[in-house]
């Protein structure tokens, strides 16, 4: 079974720094990868998805992410951070099969 | 467009009881998954449903048991819950032929037992 690690569980960052979500996944068959946000009291909702071609993938909100096949990572930057992504974010990866497996997930907060 | 809906939105049992939760998935999705995520936790895949059938199973008991219906909305039923069972059920909508694509959740149901 895939095996999807979110090496950092919390991360604080000041508004406007750069920051760095890691996401490492066990599996080196074909995979599809993503990263979804969670706001408190609701669902997942996509923030982009790699599925093929070009490595740096680039999603909603400025976010970006780039698949690393030898390293089997897949981690999730944004430039510059702003007070409404506080949130948890969640790394996920799907094999051929129609099975996601999710990581732990990583609370990203925004300090003023 | 509607998205995924989930009902009820929040739930509270007591032990031994059983319990339902429902979805409907996206429009145009024929693929309905179930996730359980405790607090603190990522999701944790219960099973999915396809053209009725249980297709894909994880590591639950049988106490979690499903339905996908014609109109491919579903249900979550849970019997004999325990204390451990406290959490956000999440559903999940796809389309099983487009394997290369997102699934789409609802908001959940946060489910706590007494």
């Known amino acids: 079974a895939q095996s999807v690690t979110q090496l950092d569980s919390q991360v604080p960052v000041f508004e406007e720094a750069p920051v760095e979500l890691r996401c490492n996944y066990s599996s080196s068959v074909s995979v599809y990868l993503f990263w979804y946000v969670q706001y408190p009291n609701q669902g997942l909702q996509l923030l982009l998805k790699y599925l093929s071609g070009s490595t740096l993938v680039k999603g909603i909100n400025g976010f970006e992410a780039e698949f690393n096949k030898s390293q089997t990572s897949f981690h999730l930057r944004k430039p510059s951070v702003h007070i409404s992504d506080t949130a948890e974010y969640f790394c996920a990866v799907r094999e051929t099969g129609n099975q996601f497996y999710f990581g732990t997930g990583t609370s990203l907060t925004v300090i003023p | 467009d509607a998205g995924v809906t989930q009902s009820p939105t929040h739930l509270i049992k007591t032990r031994g009881q059983q319990v339902t939760l429902r979805c409907s998935p996206k429009?145009?999705?024929?693929?309905v998954s179930w996730y359980q995520q405790a607090l603190g936790q990522g999701p944790q895949f219960i099973f999915q449903?396809?053209?009725?059938?249980?297709?894909q199973r994880g590591n639950f008991p049988d106490r979690f048991s499903g339905h996908q219906f014609p109109n491919y909305s579903s249900e979550l039923n849970v019997n004999a819950l325990l204390l451990g069972d406290s959490a956000l059920y999440l559903c999940a909508s796809s389309l099983r032929h487009q394997g290369n694509q997102p699934q789409h959740f609802g908001d959940g149901t946060r489910l706590s037992i007494l």
């Open positions: 429009s145009g999705h024929d693929t």
């Open positions: 449903y396809y053209e009725e059938e249980e297709r």
